[in-house]
């Protein structure tokens, strides 16, 4: 029995979710891969890859590093004056083909239009550039003035790119380098929610959640407890663009280990970790917090990628029969770095 084909909305809204998650459009083989769709799909709407990315509103092979905001706003000051007004998707998308301008993250970057906008209006207010000041009076901005209903958000339901997975937690790795999807409707900031995704994942991998958090002192961000097996997790989600680096942390750790190890024994949890979540890590900082860490009461340390803690999560709910949090802690001996 042939599958059935995906539609061309559903491959749109898949390469959006897949661009999300690696901050740069993806080659048509890993998209692919990602999506779990077959190349034949795509060239049976498009007739070559790059017309895809296009239709998307990306720019083909355009890798490497984060444009700066800066760069992005000049080219979408370019486009305003071009067209006297703010630009709908479709007006940018024209627009930047024929200036060649590097605006095709406007609408993701900052996780919707909305934020960018807010973030452009700033820009432009604190620019030493007097003739810039006249799109802020231009018509089209994606936010209506205060006092007036503001245009309705998107609602629909982002693309399941890992079918196992929570909704909640399908884009932690995106929070997990500081931007915030574009499917988040959230009010919270990027490290709050992260936080809180981190949460929601060892919850849902079984584990009794105890919520710190930020603005708690030095205390990890949350404790995940396992009561039936003895043995709790110290949690700390670190929000980083260009992966985590311990730099002058190590006192916090120390001093929320001694103090939340031993009080977590004294209810009798015999066995304490320490975990570190977030986009990517370095052998020789965990070494440096082994070290530092090895007087506490933690019995090791590890560091986890985003992408590999979504990862277990999705696995513990596709094996949910035989997953067990006993399996779960033997992959943290050792201490490690566990990535996808």
Same mark, same amino acid.
């Given at each position: 029995?042939?599958?059935?084909?995906?539609?061309?909305?559903?491959?749109? !809204?898949?390469?959006?979710?897949?661009?999300?998650?690696?901050?740069?459009?993806?080659?048509?083989?890993?998209?692919?891969?990602?999506?779990?769709?077959?190349?034949? !799909?795509?060239?049976?709407?498009?007739?070559?890859?790059?017309?895809?990315?296009?239709?998307?509103?990306? #720019?083909?092979?355009?890798?490497?590093?984060?444009?700066?905001?800066?760069?992005?706003?000049?080219?979408?000051?370019? =486009?305003?004056?071009?067209?006297?007004?703010?630009?709908?998707? #479709?007006?940018?998308?024209?627009?930047?083909?024929?200036?060649?301008?590097?605006?095709?993250?406007?609408?993701?970057?900052?996780?919707?239009?909305?934020?960018?906008?807010?973030?452009?209006?700033?820009? =432009?207010?604190?620019?030493?550039?007097?003739?810039?000041?006249?799109?802020?009076?231009?018509?089209?901005?994606?936010?209506?003035?205060?006092?007036?209903?503001?245009?309705?958000?998107?609602?629909?339901?982002?693309?399941?790119?890992?079918?196992?997975?929570? @909704?909640?937690?399908?884009?932690?790795?995106?929070? @997990?380098?500081?931007?915030?999807?574009?499917?988040?409707?959230?009010?919270?900031?990027?490290?709050?929610?992260? !936080?809180?995704?981190?949460?929601?994942?060892?919850?849902?991998?079984?584990?009794?959640?105890?919520?710190?958090?930020?603005?708690?002192?030095?205390?990890?961000? @949350?404790?995940?407890?396992?009561?039936?097996?003895?043995?709790?997790?110290?949690?700390?989600?670190?929000?980083?663009?260009?992966?985590?680096?311990?730099?002058?942390?190590?006192?916090?750790?120390?001093?929320?280990?001694?103090?939340?190890?031993?009080?977590?024994?004294?209810?009798?949890?015999?066995?304490?970790?320490?975990?570190? =979540?977030?986009?990517?890590?370095?052998?020789?900082?965990?070494?440096?917090?082994?070290?530092?860490?090895?007087?506490?009461? @933690?019995?090791?340390?590890?560091?986890? #990628?985003?992408?590999?803690?979504?990862?277990?999560?999705?696995?513990?709910?596709?094996?949910?029969?035989?997953?067990?949090?006993?399996?779960?802690?033997?992959?943290?001996?050792?201490?490690?770095?566990?990535?996808?």
């Amino acid at each position: 029995m042939t599958s059935k084909r995906h539609t061309k909305e559903e491959i749109l !809204e898949l390469y959006k979710a897949c661009q999300a998650k690696l901050g740069e459009p993806p080659g048509i083989d890993r998209f692919c891969k990602m999506a779990k769709l077959k190349p034949s !799909e795509i060239s049976y709407y498009w007739p070559r890859p790059t017309a895809l990315t296009k239709e998307v509103g990306a #720019t083909p092979n355009e890798f490497g590093s984060r444009l700066p905001d800066e760069v992005v706003f000049q080219g979408y000051t370019r =486009v305003c004056l071009h067209l006297g007004k703010i630009p709908t998707q #479709t007006e940018l998308r024209i627009a930047q083909r024929e200036l060649e301008t590097k605006t095709h993250t406007v609408y993701t970057r900052h996780g919707d239009i909305y934020a960018f906008q807010d973030r452009f209006r700033m820009w =432009v207010a604190e620019s030493t550039e007097e003739k810039l000041k006249a799109i802020l009076q231009f018509d089209g901005w994606a936010r209506v003035k205060s006092g007036r209903e503001s245009e309705a958000i998107s609602t629909k339901v982002p693309p399941q790119l890992n079918p196992f997975l929570p @909704a909640a937690l399908q884009y932690l790795e995106v929070l @997990a380098r500081g931007e915030m999807p574009s499917y988040e409707s959230s009010d919270l900031n990027v490290s709050t929610l992260f !936080e809180r995704r981190t949460s929601d994942a060892f919850r849902c991998l079984g584990f009794e959640m105890r919520s710190l958090g930020q603005g708690t002192g030095r205390n990890p961000d @949350a404790i995940a407890l396992a009561t039936k097996e003895r043995f709790a997790i110290l949690i700390d989600a670190k929000v980083r663009v260009d992966g985590y680096a311990l730099g002058t942390e190590d006192r916090k750790f120390l001093e929320y280990a001694q103090n939340q190890g031993k009080e977590l024994q004294r209810q009798g949890f015999e066995k304490i970790y320490l975990v570190v =979540v977030g986009s990517s890590f370095r052998e020789s900082d965990l070494k440096k917090l082994t070290e530092y860490l090895s007087e506490s009461p @933690a019995r090791s340390v590890d560091m986890i #990628t985003a992408a590999a803690l979504t990862r277990i999560v999705e696995e513990s709910i596709r094996e949910r029969s035989t997953f067990t949090l006993s399996a779960f802690e033997k992959q943290l001996f050792g201490n490690k770095i566990i990535s996808s």
